[in-house]
């Protein structure tokens, strides 16, 4: 596997409350991606980040934040949870533009917002 | 933006027969479709992948064929074995950075 790790790997949260899911990489790849995973919904993208400080929105964006300060560290946040949000929650990884370039995954966080 | 549709959403095959799991895409635009294999608990892991320059690839028992004027891709495993049960994701991408747009998944079973 990438050098790819995910902290926590599992959280029990209360509605209402602010939680951040960091991603570590070693692999010095340039991009880095956060998606949800639900049941039948396959993988979603949440946000995607092409170079420190440079992000952008994916398909389910809203309420969530992301941070890159540096090259090896992805910041997701949810500045309120919501019960909605519950899921696994999977970062991901690429050298080049994922157009012609593999991602690999970490190994997720398992999120309860209860 | 990109639409993928994945079919079936369960398939369940005889050990040692092959089995296909088919989709297709939206934007003419993608180019890159890749597919990724899950376990239960564990992340998806990236099995095997076709570009838009490339009509089919073979990997040992797996391969992919892409068709881009009907924009659809499938995969083909052949001589399941048990160690092929898991979920089965295919994905597509256009030009930009942007992330992958994922099918919602096949469950294939192998059945002893």
């Known amino acids: 596997d990438a050098g790819i790790t995910q902290s926590p790997r599992h959280k029990v949260t209360e509605t209402g409350t602010p939680v951040t899911l960091r991603c570590h990489q070693t692999?010095?790849?340039?991009?880095m991606y956060w998606y949800r995973q639900d049941p039948g919904h396959g993988l979603r993208l949440i946000h995607y980040?092409?170079?420190?400080?440079?992000?952008d929105k994916g398909e389910v964006s809203d309420g969530y934040s992301v941070s890159r300060s540096k090259t090896e560290d992805f910041l997701l946040t949810l500045e309120s949870a919501t019960s909605s949000q519950t899921s696994v929650y999977f970062c991901?990884?690429?050298?080049?533009?994922?157009?012609?370039?593999?991602?690999?995954f970490g190994p997720g966080t398992r999120l309860t917002v209860l | 933006g990109e639409n993928v549709e994945q079919h079936p959403s369960t398939l369940s095959v005889q050990e040692g027969d092959s089995a296909v799991i088919k989709c297709t895409y939206s934007?003419?635009?993608?180019?890159?479709f890749p597919w990724y294999k899950q376990e239960l608990g564990k992340r998806p892991q990236l099995i095997i992948d076709?570009?838009?320059?490339?009509g089919e690839k073979k990997d040992q028992r797996i391969a992919v064929t892409l068709n881009k004027t009907a924009k659809h891709f499938s995969l083909h495993i052949t001589e399941t074995q048990p160690e092929d049960s898991a979920v089965y994701f295919c994905?597509?991408?256009?030009?930009?950075?942007?992330?992958?747009?994922f099918g919602k998944g096949t469950h294939l079973i192998i059945q002893p």
């Open positions: 994905a597509a991408i256009g030009g930009g950075a942007d992330g992958l747009t």
């Open positions: 934007d003419s635009a993608s180019n890159y």
């Open positions: 076709i570009r838009s320059n490339v």
């Open positions: 991901a990884i690429s050298e080049l533009a994922s157009s012609y370039n593999e991602q690999f």
């Open positions: 980040s092409y170079g420190v400080k440079d992000t």
């Open positions: 692999e010095n790849h340039r991009y």
